[in-house]
Structures are given as C-alpha cells and as structure tokens.
C-alpha cells in the first residue's frame, strides 16, 4: 500500500500478467486512469522475457510496474502466487523501479469477455488475452491505487 516511504507513483505505468508459458503487458497512465493492452512475450527462456521487458521500460519510461498477484477465489495463494512475487521482486531489483501487486482474480475472465466484445472469439484470443488480462490489472490498480501493495 503506498505510504511516505513509498508514495503512489504518477506517470506511465506497465502491468505484467505473469505466466510460465507467457507475460502479457499493458500500458497506461495515472494522468487519463486507464489502460491499454500493449504486448505479449511469449517464450519461456528468463534471458528472452527480461530482454523484451527492457527493451519496452527504454521505449515507455515508466515510473513504476505492476504485477498481477493470482489468488483463489477465497483470497488464498494460488499455485502461481510464489512465483508471480518472485517475478515482481526480479523486476523490481534488475530495473530499480517501483513495483506493486494486485489481485489478479477474475481479470482472465473479464479479459475473455472484452475480447468476446470486439468480436475475438475461442482460439483466436490466445496471442491476445495476457495482454488484456493486464489491461485488467492494471485497470484495476488505476481504479482502486490502494489496493496494490510493494514488492
């Protein structure tokens, strides 16, 4: 949660929806509160992930990152929970950058539902629905910057 050690940063934000197979990213800014799909990585080599993440932190500049925190629908860690806040704490310690997580839950499904609106459907919103689901996320956070919490 920010506080005066950590004050809710302002700018461009990235969000990142982990997953061992893919990261999905989005793009916004806390001046317009809203978000944008931006990228998919899609690889599961560590090298290759960090080399797309900082080729888009040189081309954005953001002044701080989220990260999806997945949790059971109760609130409990889910099995990617450990490794989501390894990732947010290997982004924060290799970019400098502030970097906070959010519940992640339902953000898939509400990922799925936009795509639905736009007319995306079944297989066709694999390469897309991570970087949606982080439009999600980072939606989130813009609507609710209390909710996330520093890795």
Same mark, same amino acid.
């Given at each position: ?6 004050? /809710? ?15 999905? &990213? ?15 990585? $899609? $690889? ?6 960090? +080399?797309? &993440?900082?080729?888009?932190? +040189? @081309? ?12 059971? %629908? %109760?609130?409990?860690?889910? @099995? ?9 704490? =290997? ?7 502030? /970097?906070?997580?959010?519940? @992640? =839950? ?10 639905? @609106? ?11 629905? $991570? ?11 813009? $609507? ?8």
């Amino acid at each position: 949660m920010p506080d005066g050690m950590n004050p /809710t940063p302002s700018g461009t934000l990235l969000a990142f929806d982990f997953g061992t197979r893919r990261i999905g &990213i989005a793009v916004g800014s806390t001046f317009s509160g809203t978000a944008r799909p931006l990228a998919t990585i $899609d $690889d599961e080599k560590n090298e290759t992930r960090f +080399a797309a &993440i900082a080729a888009l932190l +040189a @081309e954005w500049q953001p002044a701080a990152l989220v990260v999806g925190l997945p949790c059971n %629908d %109760d609130g409990t860690p889910h @099995e990617l929970t450990a490794l989501c806040r390894r990732f947010a704490n =290997r982004l924060k310690g290799r970019f400098n950058l502030p /970097t906070l997580l959010v519940d @992640e =839950r339902y953000t898939s499904a509400a990922a799925s539902s936009a795509l639905d @609106e736009a007319g995306i459907h079944g297989r066709k919103q694999k390469p897309l629905i $991570d970087q949606y689901a982080a439009q999600q996320i980072l939606q989130a956070y813009f $609507d609710e910057p209390s909710a996330g919490i520093y890795a």
